[in-house]
């Protein structure tokens, strides 16, 4: 039957595509898997990921079954080993009109955030990017807007059968969100923010149940109009903002003394039990921190269980993405930073005097335990 | 070979973003630029005339009020400037936008070895979509997030950022590339390109309208504007305000606050 974007019957499953680096499923892959496992226990049918590259074991495939996927289908050839928009968008688009899923799911890195456009074009279909939440059910979506807007839900009207995939997404930097659908075309495609979904528990189990596919495809060099002459890593180790459980952050505020307020943070989510140093957009685009360690909306979504914001003044692009921290403290010189707005305890001062304080009171509070 | 660049104006979210009540953006009440990417977007296509002596064209899809961003461009270096605008093409997703555009860029015409810069995104949407879909509207091959551009006969070699690195990759022409603000330091306006901006002699500013643009082969004309778009906004919404946090007053408000981490167990 010939594939029709508009033939919302025929289309089913969700799928997520599992970007590997250096043969490596990336941590926002589990990350997805485990959301797709949410919308396709909402929908009813089958989770599947879907994994180009080189020589990628059965073994490597199956760990995404430990994150819920029923199926994983690998597209393996030489001329997969490094990402390129032409020759993974052709297997990609190949393999959705082969196999029609009605979801689909891309992380939003850098890679996926040039993969997914084309993609949806050449499908002729919608794309979502950025989202930051996912429904199918529209009962959860409402609860979801219940805790998460400052919409009167009194005087809206749901059609609670609505099983179109509900794609949440802030715009505008942050000041806005949008939750966008895709109605007419198939599959529903969005881009996700890493770092935001929850991962799930890795199930040893499933993922040695998890059915491997190696479907055949077509592709020659000739697909290909652009050539990798090397792939290499950043000199420097890159600061892991998603794993950590502690960040204390810099923003313009250290401007007086830029490497002792970097020190001084490190000291602190030391002091506080090991962590990592971020920043607000101010210095990175100052050129005082490297980009790695940016928090906020063109930065990372960050969740950790304390975040420390040292003389930031806290604008929306910022507490974007990292409002939902568990802790978050903050220490300002300016008491009306917005900042405060969103953090659950604060200090009005200078940092470089209360964050020295600050540290040898922790370790006395700690040792006193 | 000429340098055809994609701008957007934007409204400036960097200053005070006005919200309205029924959670649009109040654009009116809002100051607007030239989207930051696209002029490092702009400035590449500028170095490549100053290598080769290319022509630069810009282009852009917004209300008529547009044409003043895209004589700032002029002033900047460009030479020829497109305005995509008609009220049928208002409302416009990325999908929509970029069969525009790109039938927008077919009107002016894509030759052996032209190459189109777009910036990485914008900053309203922080989509990052339309360049790359425009490539494939337009058969083009594509490189994002470009931090460096050589010349090499006919191929570019471009270095592409990615979050832990970069890759070497290259790209035959006509290729398009999206760049980011590391890719250079966008120059001023110089005072005789503001001098002759206003030349549409020297610089003619092409309307390019709905008639215009209709009967291209890469517009569907039921898939454009805001109810032929393929994604509908189904919600806007603002943040709920978190409830006020405790701010810490005392004398010794380092040691209140460590004691109260330690006795809710947060250290």
């Known amino acids: 039957m010939a594939y029709d974007f508009r033939d919302i019957a025929a289309f089913k499953g969700v799928w997520v595509f599992c970007e590997q680096r250096e043969g490596v499923l990336q941590n926002t892959d589990f990350e997805l898997i485990s959301e797709g496992r949410k919308l396709a226990d909402e929908l009813g049918c089958e989770l599947a990921g879907i994994v180009l590259g080189n020589g990628i074991s059965d073994e490597t495939a199956k760990e995404v079954g430990g994150y819920g996927a029923d199926k994983v289908i690998v597209c393996d050839s030489p001329l997969?080993?490094?990402?390129?928009?032409?020759?993974?968008?052709?297997?990609?688009?190949?393999?959705?009109?082969?196999?029609?899923?009605?979801?689909?799911?891309?992380?939003?890195?850098?890679?996926?955030?040039?993969?997914?456009?084309?993609?949806?074009?050449?499908?002729?279909?919608?794309?979502?990017?950025?989202?930051?939440?996912?429904?199918?059910?529209?009962?959860?979506?409402?609860?979801?807007?219940?805790?998460?807007?400052?919409?009167d839900l009194s005087k809206q009207k749901f059609d609670y059968e609505d099983r179109n995939l509900k794609m949440t997404r802030p715009a505008f930097g942050g000041h806005l969100m949008?939750?966008?659908?895709?109605?007419?075309?198939?599959?529903?495609?969005?881009?996700?923010?890493?770092?935001?979904?929850?991962?799930?528990?890795?199930?040893?189990?499933?993922?040695?149940?998890?059915?491997?596919?190696?479907?055949?495809?077509?592709?020659?060099?000739?697909d290909i109009k652009t050539q990798v002459l090397s792939v290499e890593k950043a000199a420097k180790n890159m600061v892991d903002l998603i794993g950590a459980d502690i960040i204390v952050s810099v923003g313009r505020g250290i401007n007086k003394d830029v490497q002792k307020g970097i020190e001084l943070a490190q000291?602190?989510?030391?002091?506080?039990?090991?962590?990592?140093?971020?920043?607000?957009?101010?210095?990175?685009?100052?050129?005082?921190?490297?980009?790695?360690?940016?928090?906020?909306?063109?930065?990372?979504?960050?969740?950790?269980?304390i975040y420390v914001a040292l003389g930031i003044s806290g604008a929306i692009q910022h507490t974007a993405g990292m409002q939902d921290s568990e802790t978050i403290i903050a220490i300002n010189k300016n008491e009306s930073a917005p900042i405060f707005g969103v953090a659950d305890y604060g200090i009005v001062g200078d940092l470089f005097k209360v964050v020295p304080q600050l540290i040898n009171e922790i370790k006395a509070a700690?040792?006193?335990? | 070979m000429k340098a055809i660049v994609c701008v957007k104006q934007v409204p400036d979210t960097s200053g005070k973003v006005a919200v309205k009540a029924d959670g649009t953006l109040d654009r009116a009440s809002m100051a607007t630029i030239t989207n930051p990417d696209d002029l490092s977007a702009l400035e590449a296509a500028l170095r490549l005339k100053d290598a080769t002596g290319c022509e630069v064209d810009v282009v852009t899809m917004g209300p008529p009020p547009a044409e003043g961003m895209l004589r700032e461009c002029i002033a900047r270096g460009a030479d020829k400037a497109y305005l995509i605008s008609g009220r049928e093409f208002g409302g416009s997703d990325t999908f929509a936008t970029s069969q525009?555009?790109?039938?927008?860029?077919?009107?002016?015409?894509?030759?052996?070895?032209?190459?189109?810069?777009?910036?990485?995104?914008?900053?309203?949407?922080?989509?990052?979509?339309?360049?790359?879909?425009?490539?494939?509207?337009?058969?083009?091959?594509?490189?994002?997030?470009?931090?460096?551009i050589q010349k090499d006969g006919n191929d570019l070699v471009v270095k592409r950022m990615l979050e832990d690195g970069f890759m070497m990759v290259k790209v035959q022409t006509p290729c398009l590339l999206t760049c980011i603000k590391e890719l250079n330091e966008p120059r001023y306006m110089s005072v005789g390109g503001i001098f002759e901006c206003y030349d549409n002699e020297k610089h003619p500013m092409t309307i390019l309208d709905y008639p215009a643009l209709k009967d291209d082969p890469l517009i569907e004309v039921d898939t454009i504007g805001?109810?032929?778009?393929?994604?509908?906004?189904?919600?806007?919404?603002?943040?709920?305000?978190?409830?006020?946090?405790?701010?810490?007053?005392?004398?010794?408000?380092?040691?209140?606050?460590?004691?109260?981490?330690?006795?809710?167990?947060?250290?």
Do not use: W
């Not at chain 1, 700690?366 to 335990?369: D, V, W």
């Open chain 1, 366 to 369: 700690k040792a006193a335990k």
């Open chain 1, 178 to 222: 949008a939750t966008i659908i895709c109605p007419r075309f198939r599959p529903q495609m969005s881009t996700v923010r890493p770092g935001v979904m929850k991962k799930a528990e890795f199930n040893a189990d499933k993922a040695a149940a998890c059915v491997v596919e190696r479907p055949a495809f077509e592709l020659t060099e000739a």
């Open chain 1, 80 to 151: 997969l080993e490094h990402y390129t928009t032409d020759a993974y968008a052709k297997v990609l688009c190949d393999k959705v009109r082969e196999y029609k899923p009605e979801v689909f799911l891309i992380g939003a890195t850098n890679i996926g955030r040039d993969l997914a456009p084309r993609m949806a074009a050449r499908l002729h279909t919608g794309l979502t990017a950025d989202a930051t939440h996912l429904d199918i059910d529209t009962t959860k979506y409402v609860e979801f807007l219940k805790e998460s807007s400052s919409l």
């Open chain 1, 267 to 305: 000291q602190l989510a030391d002091a506080l039990g090991g962590g990592v140093v971020g920043s607000s957009r101010a210095l990175v685009d100052a050129g005082l921190i490297s980009a790695d360690h940016q928090v906020g909306q063109t930065g990372k979504t960050v969740h950790p269980k």
């Open chain 2, 226 to 267: 805001l109810k032929g778009s393929p994604t509908n906004v189904f919600k806007s919404f603002t943040p709920p305000q978190k409830g006020a946090g405790m701010m810490l007053t005392s004398d010794a408000p380092a040691a209140e606050l460590a004691g109260i981490l330690a006795k809710k167990h947060i250290i």
């Open chain 2, 100 to 148: 525009i555009i790109a039938a927008g860029i077919n009107k002016i015409g894509v030759e052996a070895d032209d190459v189109i810069f777009c910036g990485r995104q914008a900053i309203d949407g922080d989509t990052a979509q339309v360049g790359p879909q425009i490539a494939e509207k337009l058969g083009l091959p594509q490189v994002s997030y470009v931090a460096e």
